[in-house]
């Protein structure tokens, strides 16, 4: 009975310590659609910002982004569970770092933050801090075009602007869903995605157990062959129980490179 208890409490005092464990993962792509050499970004998801505990994890990890000195810090969407005005400071107080940041920072929104029913409030809050909130809109970032298409489950995407021939050669793209790349047009260099948070539940090769729709085929990593190159980061918070095993959050620091 001992051994059986230990086999089980382990596992998920391992998983609820992981949840606060964050980290930071470094990778250079070589894009074939690029030409802004050595453009680094701070790729940061998902922060779910639901309660004191989950805000110190999120700043945390946005302290761990700007040490890295970026060139953007993205934020591709779910900020929070909840409209209220409680949770709604909970995103304010979280991405305070961010006025320290050197760097634009740019956000879309998730489903999550849809499903909160208080989407302007959503928008006020992220904005608060330096995050410009893109809705199926681009600004230019040092010769780079920074695109936000907005979430795909709430049916607000619109990906047809992105053909627009004036962007420059290096586009890069937040999709909150990594799966909707497919609707992308083949002028992107790269799409950020988060939504999957890895499967949050591995088992101990990192293969999922579950992942929601919209993360079913892209979960985690680099895919190179996707229709247009995708980078996916197991993001920072949790849905559901407050439990991550064999799949630590992710602050991804990505420094692109012409192939």
Not at 203 to 220: E, S
């Amino acid at each position: 009975m001992a051994a059986g208890a230990t086999c089980t409490v382990l596992p998920l005092a391992t998983a609820s310590y992981s949840t606060g464990w964050v980290s930071v993962e470094r990778h250079e792509l070589e894009l074939p659609q690029w030409d802004a050499n050595g453009f680094k970004v701070a790729l940061l998801a998902d922060l779910h910002t639901n309660s004191p505990r989950e805000v110190i994890h999120a700043s945390h990890a946005l302290e761990l982004a700007i040490a890295e000195k970026p060139d953007l810090i993205a934020l591709p969407g779910d900020f929070v569970n909840w409209g209220d005005t409680p949770h709604l400071n909970f995103v304010r107080q979280a991405l305070e770092p961010l006025h320290e940041a050197k760097c634009p920072v740019v956000a879309t929104l998730g489903n999550h933050d849809y499903d909160c029913r208080n989407i302007s409030g959503i928008i006020e809050a992220v904005s608060s801090s330096s995050a410009k909130v893109l809705r199926n809109g681009a600004i230019e970032v040092r010769g780079v075009t920074v695109a936000g298409v907005d979430d795909a489950i709430a049916h607000r995407h619109k990906p047809q602007f992105l053909a627009d021939a004036s962007f420059s050669k290096s586009l890069l793209t937040l999709f909150h869903e990594p799966d909707f790349v497919d609707t992308l047009p083949t002028n992107v260099s790269l799409q950020l995605s988060g939504h999957s948070h890895g499967g949050q539940i591995c088992l101990p090769n990192g293969r999922p157990l579950h992942t929601p729709r919209g993360a079913w085929k892209y979960y985690a990593g680099y895919y190179p062959e996707a229709k247009v190159p995708l980078y996916v980061t197991r993001g920072i918070g949790t849905v559901g129980p407050r439990m991550r095993l064999f799949c630590r959050p992710e602050v991804s620091i990505l420094t692109l490179r012409s192939a």
